[in-house]
């Protein structure tokens, strides 16, 4: 279900910032001659669709929607660019060429690193002077920045737009680190007691129990815990949630949310 309204929304806002970026000629828009802003926009724009039906469906981040997202940025990427190429007009940098002139499109991506190249350049001072056999390779490095930078958007649209916390400390987003799925419910309460009361070892013994209470497909009723952290300083936010079935649809509620400090994160989060 959630797989496929994901689907959906991320070909929606694909497709959207597709047209967007091609009429706006987004791909190549730098900032200070090197930061990729448009390709960027792309991404993040793309990505909207799969972080909607995250949070419609209370999913969380996990490795498949992400790769989903990244998915859809690189395809809005991929279509700006072939459908700047097929434009009638092509406008690259500041020269305009019918799309006759460009048969191959080999020489369509030389002008991309050419113009690319031309564009850091005149973003430098003007004392600095590349040498020519060098220009190409800058051209090649402005055109991997912009293709990062569209994935490396992707990623932070996601996290933001899900509300997956952000660690200021070491300028990252926390990472889904655990999310378990439980039947036994008083061995999630007694989890969240023992967290609470500063008892991590115990936590940790106590989670063991949790995981082994696998969701039947009949129960009705199941909680579920869902921890981020930030993989470097090991500070972490958890939330438990309430799930249940009800004609055929898994409704979620929150019960609680609370935020482990480095210390704590460390010890009630290891493995
Ligand atoms: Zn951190």
Same mark, same amino acid.
């Given at each position: 279900?959630?797989?496929?309204?994901?689907?959906?929304?991320?070909?929606?806002?694909?497709?959207? @910032?597709?047209?967007?970026?091609?009429?706006?000629?987004?791909?190549?828009?730098?900032?200070?001659?090197?930061?990729? @802003?448009?390709?960027?926009?792309?991404?993040?724009?793309?990505?909207?669709?799969?972080?909607?039906?995250?949070?419609?469906?209370?999913?969380?981040?996990?490795?498949?929607?992400?790769?989903?997202?990244?998915?859809?940025?690189?395809?809005?990427?991929?279509?700006?660019?072939?459908?700047?190429?097929?434009?009638?007009?092509?406008?690259?940098?500041?020269?305009?060429?019918?799309?006759?002139?460009?048969?191959?499109?080999?020489?369509?991506?030389?002008?991309?690193?050419?113009?690319?190249?031309?564009?850091?350049?005149?973003?430098?001072?003007?004392?600095?002077?590349?040498?020519?056999?060098? @220009?190409?390779?800058?051209?090649?490095?402005?055109?991997?920045?912009?293709?990062?930078?569209?994935?490396?958007?992707?990623?932070?649209?996601?996290?933001?737009?899900?509300?997956?916390?952000?660690?200021?400390?070491?300028?990252?987003?926390?990472?889904?680190?655990?999310?378990?799925?439980?039947?036994?419910?008083?061995?999630?309460?007694?989890?969240?007691?023992?967290?609470?009361?500063?008892?991590?070892?115990?936590?940790?013994?106590?989670?063991?129990?949790?995981?082994?209470?696998?969701?039947?497909?009949?129960?009705?009723?199941?909680?579920?815990?869902?921890?981020?952290?930030?993989?470097?300083?090991?500070?972490?936010?958890?939330?438990?949630?309430?799930?249940?079935?009800?004609?055929?649809?898994?409704?979620?509620?929150?019960?609680?949310?609370?935020?482990?400090?480095?210390?704590?994160?460390?010890?009630?989060?290891?493995?």
């Amino acid at each position: 279900m959630t797989t496929l309204l994901a689907l959906i929304f991320a070909a929606a806002t694909t497709l959207v @910032m597709a047209v967007v970026g091609h009429r706006v000629h987004l791909a190549h828009f730098h900032l200070i001659g090197g930061i990729p @802003m448009g390709a960027m926009a792309i991404g993040a724009g793309a990505a909207v669709g799969v972080a909607i039906a995250i949070r419609l469906t209370n999913t969380y981040d996990t490795g498949r929607f992400r790769i989903l997202g990244y998915l859809a940025g690189f395809t809005a990427y991929m279509i700006v660019v072939v459908t700047d190429y097929v434009a009638l007009q092509l406008r690259v940098g500041d020269r305009v060429f019918p799309a006759t002139e460009l048969m191959n499109i080999a020489r369509y991506l030389m002008l991309l690193v050419e113009e690319g190249a031309k564009a850091a350049a005149s973003a430098l001072p003007r004392w600095v002077r590349i040498p020519p056999e060098v @220009m190409f390779w800058v051209g090649m490095v402005r055109l991997a920045v912009e293709f990062v930078g569209t994935l490396v958007a992707t990623g932070w649209a996601i996290s933001l737009l899900t509300g997956v916390p952000f660690c200021w400390r070491n300028r990252r987003f926390y990472e889904l680190k655990q999310l378990v799925e439980s039947a036994n419910t008083v061995a999630v309460r007694e989890w969240e007691l023992a967290v609470h009361q500063r008892r991590p070892i115990e936590a940790r013994a106590i989670l063991a129990r949790v995981k082994a209470g696998r969701v039947q497909p009949q129960d009705r009723m199941w909680m579920r815990i869902v921890a981020h952290q930030c993989p470097i300083c090991l500070a972490a936010r958890v939330r438990i949630e309430k799930r249940k079935r009800s004609a055929g649809w898994v409704r979620t509620e929150p019960q609680d949310e609370f935020l482990l400090d480095e210390a704590r994160g460390s010890v009630v989060l290891a493995t």
